[in-house]
């Protein structure tokens, strides 16, 4: 048998005998479990030529000692070995000498050890398992205990956030994007689905909203799942916040979409059966207001009749307009141009309203594709909104630029912003905060933007102000022949 090498520092320890207990105890220490945990340990291996013939045991602890001195565990478990005491005397102080007794209480020691081992590798294993699928889910994952502090947070929670996971350990939960966001608040219909499963025991969710740093809106679906311990009593909770950002932009279009529809279908039916009665009523006002006979007071009421039949018209008009698809020519804009006239034409109504209009215009971006008219529309619009919605004066900023690969053309103002409980109904028909008008001019922005092939973008903060940015896709390099054919029979190229 091949001597054992023995590195210091280190524990050598020797077994001498026979006995079940011994053959046990080799295999335990020479174990790779072992070896791993207590790389420290040696066993003394056995030569049997030292053993002596005369004898029943094939070495004796005096020959096992005199091949391996630095012994400092000597086991005997030899069947007819001398009395403890007697074979003491005779070994050095070095060696510490353990009968069967000890080891018993040694395998006892070291098959509990390598249970636990089993278990501990296993629990290992269950961890890796249990945290890649904790990190590798792309919603925020929040473990909570019942006063509502963070115990831990996957990956995504601290990376969309750019900061360090400690950051986040301890905190209450409302803390993560502020109470606006996830407290419950009855008035604005809100409910607070972890007070809910803390509560009742059971799984809930809910829809919450808040407007980010750049004050955009942003939409969360909140699930939160009961925790119990073996005694059935609920000791933590997972929340789950997953982003509907896209999901709800892609409903609030469809809606859009069914409304436009409607809209159309009962445009129709009020160009053919209101127009003409209020054809009727307007001429038949004016007739009367022509007549001598009535007094001061008939005229006058007359006349309010006349003055609300001419504004019935013009919104019978604008609604028959805005249903009506968009003729929209598809040329190039030059929307620096664009916004130059535009802010020609209304600087001087500004300056009236103490407020300061900024002309800021990117020079190297390129043309747009779409109709210049209908451009230099939507902005008159969106500067006119602004305008009005700074009635104590302000700034007005009206921006050109280029932004992941389109054209944008931005307004923004310093007024006193669009509140949150009405800021996804702007681009709705008919919705208006003012007292004249339709409300189409957004709605109508929208279409027309759309229409085109662009889209809007809105950003809005209480008290801090409202930009909305339409964009546009840039004119291509290429002749005018194959920019024809792309525009009427795309799927060919």
């Given at each position: ?5 023995i590195s210091?520092?280190?524990?050598i320890?020797?077994i001498v ?38 004898s029943?045991?094939e ?5 096992l ?39 018993d209480f040694?395998?006892?020691?070291l098959?509990?050890g ?17 945290t890649t699928i904790?990190d590798e889910?792309e919603e ?11 115990l831990?947070v996957?990956?995504?929670?601290y ?5 360090p996971?400690?950051?986040f350990i ?5 803390e ?9 608040d ?7 689905p ?8 059971k ?26 311990n073996?005694d ?9 916040r ?18 436009m529809?409607i ?5 129709t ?5 209101i ?7 307007g001429?038949f006002a004016?007739?009367l ?7 001061e007071?008939?005229?006058?009421k007359?006349?309010i009749?006349l003055?609300?039949s001419?504004?019935?018209?013009t919104?019978?008009k ?7 698809p ?5 040329g190039?804009?030059d929307?620096?141009?664009?916004a ?7 600087t001087?109504?500004?300056?009236q ?5 900024v002309?800021?215009t ?5 043309k ?7 451009v230099?529309?939507?902005l008159i619009?969106?500067?006119k909104?602004?305008?009005?919605a ?6 007005l ?8 690969g389109?054209?944008?053309?931005e307004?923004e ?7 949150e409980e009405?800021?996804?109904k ?6 208006s905060?003012?007292?004249?008008g339709?409300?189409?001019?957004l ?5 027309i933007?759309e ?8 950003y ?9 940015t339409?964009?546009?896709s ?9 920019s ?10």
């Amino acid at each position: 048998m091949k001597e054992l090498i023995i590195s210091t520092p280190s524990y050598i320890i020797g077994i001498v005998g026979n006995d079940p207990r011994a053959a046990r105890l080799t295999e335990l220490l020479l174990g790779e479990d072992f070896s791993t945990t207590f790389p420290w340990v040696k066993l003394a291996e056995i030569d049997n030529s030292m053993a002596d013939p005369s004898s029943q045991d094939e070495v004796s602890p005096q020959q096992l000692i005199a091949t391996h001195p630095n012994i400092d565990l000597l086991f005997d478990l030899r069947a007819n070995g001398r009395p403890p005491e007697d074979l003491r005397a005779e070994l050095p102080a070095s060696v510490t000498l353990a009968g069967e007794s000890t080891a018993d209480f040694l395998l006892e020691i070291l098959a509990s050890g390598l249970a636990c081992t089993s278990c501990l590798s296993d629990l290992f294993h269950t961890r890796n398992l249990f945290t890649t699928i904790f990190d590798e889910v792309e919603e925020d994952v929040i473990l909570l205990d019942t006063q509502g502090r963070i115990l831990d947070v996957n990956t995504n929670v601290y990376e969309r956030r750019g900061r360090p996971k400690e950051e986040f350990i301890g905190i209450h939960c409302w803390e993560l994007e502020g109470r606006e966001f996830c407290c419950e608040d009855e008035e604005r219909g809100k409910a607070c689905p972890y007070k809910a499963t803390l509560k009742e025991g059971k799984k809930a969710e809910s829809v919450h909203s808040y407007v980010d740093r750049d004050g955009r809106m942003r939409y969360f679906r909140i699930y939160t799942y009961p925790i119990f311990n073996n005694d059935k009593r609920l000791t933590h909770i997972m929340e789950m916040r997953r982003d509907i950002t896209v999901r709800t932009s892609m409903e609030m279009r469809l809606q859009q979409s069914e409304k436009m529809a409607i809209i159309g279908e009962l445009s129709t039916y009020i160009a053919h059966e209101i127009r003409n009665p209020l054809f009727a009523i307007g001429g038949f006002a004016n007739s009367l207001l022509r007549s001598t006979t009535l007094s001061e007071t008939d005229r006058e009421k007359v006349s309010i009749i006349l003055k609300e039949s001419k504004r019935l018209d013009t919104i019978l008009k604008s609604t028959i307009n805005f249903s009506r698809p968009v003729d929209a020519k598809k040329g190039l804009v030059d929307v620096n141009m664009v916004a130059a006239e535009t802010m020609r034409l209304l600087t001087f109504g500004a300056e009236q309203k103490s407020i300061v209009p900024v002309l800021q215009t990117d020079p190297s971006i390129a043309k747009a594709v779409g109709d210049s008219d209908l451009v230099k529309q939507c902005l008159i619009n969106m500067v006119k909104n602004s305008m009005e919605a700074m009635p104590d004066g302000g700034s007005l900023f009206v921006r050109t630029g280029m932004r992941d690969g389109h054209i944008f053309l931005e307004v923004e103002d310093t007024g006193h912003g669009i509140p949150e409980e009405i800021r996804t109904k702007v681009f709705n028909p008919f919705f208006s905060t003012k007292d004249k008008g339709a409300g189409l001019g957004l709605a109508m922005t929208k279409k027309i933007i759309e229409d085109m092939g662009g889209r809007v973008e809105l950003y809005s903060q209480a008290d801090e102000g409202t930009s909305v940015t339409l964009f546009f896709s840039p004119a291509l390099a290429v002749d005018a022949e194959t920019s024809l054919l792309a525009q009427e029979n795309p799927e060919e190229l």
